[in-house]
């Protein structure tokens, strides 16, 4: 908990606003109207739609998000597919990449000639050509928010997805829950995981990094069809992913806990460091509801490109709510909001902290 030390008010939690919030302060001062945006922000829906008639402009908007713990390489890569993972669930590829670069002063020519680097190979890699942009060092900036980023995508309107689950479709998920939060734990406090599992263990926890994007999982989904709406299980995982798709096409589901893969590495991971990996942040984890024809269809494809996937439910009547079906019992699932991710990291940064300083005595 977080207070002002001189008022005792609490601040704010970290993370993104709340949806109350949200939708009273945000959703309801858009600027101007424009009759060409048919998706405008929402909870539950990564991207934006504008009308160009017989094609569409879809974009998204994120933090450049660069994490010195990863190494510059992967937290470049890692930036630039949180980025483009939000256009791909529309169904439309990432093309164009605007970038606002607001570096921390101690941020040598070296580091973001790496990480420049990296970033233009990997959009070479998707196809995505950076249309404009702002590079300068402020006081005050500082890692890992050092600046924000647009990823377009322009395409033909048929193979728009707005996210509109329908009534009857099965829900499918990849990678299972918890890759993000697995794979930067990894990352981040290797001694810990080596200490329970060993040091092979933790080599195989760390490579679940490269996992952490669903631009090739879009693309499949997309291309097999019948997708009526796709989403990545970013912050609260798949928990508040699931309940974010239910919300933004208003249905209920069914979800067989049992049915949800997961990966043994995450797994394990997870209970190392106490995370319920289901309302874990789970960038890399698609959720896609998609027509009963199609579903096993779907599977096959991501099998076929060794990605994980399963089917774990189908939608429901709005009025059924949300019902995860746990063993024998049954329970309306909430959306959890506030990630347990968040909440182990800080504390195990103290402790990293404390271990630390104990061997420097």
């Known amino acids: 908990m977080h207070y002002y030390s001189k008022k005792n008010e609490k601040l704010p939690e970290l993370g993104k606003i709340s949806p109350e919030f949200f939708n009273e302060v945000i959703y309801s001062r858009l600027g101007a109207d424009n009759n060409s945006i048919i998706v405008k922000p929402q909870h539950g829906v990564d ?38 993972s939000d256009v791909a669930v529309s169904g439309i590829k990432p093309s164009y990449l605007t970038i606002d670069l607001n570096l921390p002063p101690e941020m040598s020519e070296d580091i973001l000639k790496i990480i420049w680097t990296t970033v233009d190979g990997e959009c070479k890699k998707l196809g995505i050509s950076v249309l404009t942009g702002h590079t300068a060092r402020y006081v005050g900036c500082n890692y890992p928010m050092v600046g924000g980023a647009t990823v377009f995508g322009i395409d033909k309107k048929k193979k728009l997805i707005i996210p509109k689950a329908k009534i009857g479709d099965k829900i499918i998920i990849t990678k299972g829950p918890a890759v993000e939060a697995s794979a930067l734990m990894a990352m981040q406090f290797p001694e810990f995981l080596e200490q329970a599992y060993g040091k092979e263990f933790v080599r195989k926890a760390q490579d679940i990094f490269y996992q952490t ?3 090739k999982d879009a693309s499949i989904a997309a291309e097999v069809g019948g997708i009526t709406a796709m989403h990545d299980a970013t912050e609260c995982g798949v928990f508040g992913g699931l309940y974010e798709v239910a919300q ?18 995450i797994k394990k991971t997870c209970e190392c460091f106490d ?52 063993e024998n019992k049954e329970y309306k699932l909430e959306h959890p909001r506030i990630d347990p991710f968040w909440i182990r990291f800080e504390e195990y940064l103290k402790k990293q902290k404390e271990k630390n300083e104990t061997k420097t005595k």
Do not use: C
């Open 47 to 84: 991207f934006g739609v504008v009308d160009l008639g017989e094609k569409v402009l879809v974009a998204s908007t994120d933090p450049f998000f660069i994490a010195p713990a990863l190494g510059w390489e992967k937290a470049s890569w890692f930036a630039i597919h949180i980025l483009a």
């Open 213 to 215: 994007s669903v631009v």
């Open 248 to 265: 933004v096409s208003n249905v209920g589901m069914r979800i067989l806990l049992k049915d949800i893969i997961t990966q043994d590495v």
């Open 275 to 326: 995370i319920n990996p289901y309302a874990a942040i789970s960038e890399g984890t698609l959720i896609a509801s998609v027509n009963q024809e199609k579903a096993e269809t779907a599977i096959k494809a991501f099998e076929k490109e060794n990605i994980p996937a399963s089917i774990i439910g189908e939608i429901l009547p709005k009025d059924k709510g949300i019902i995860i079906v746990e």
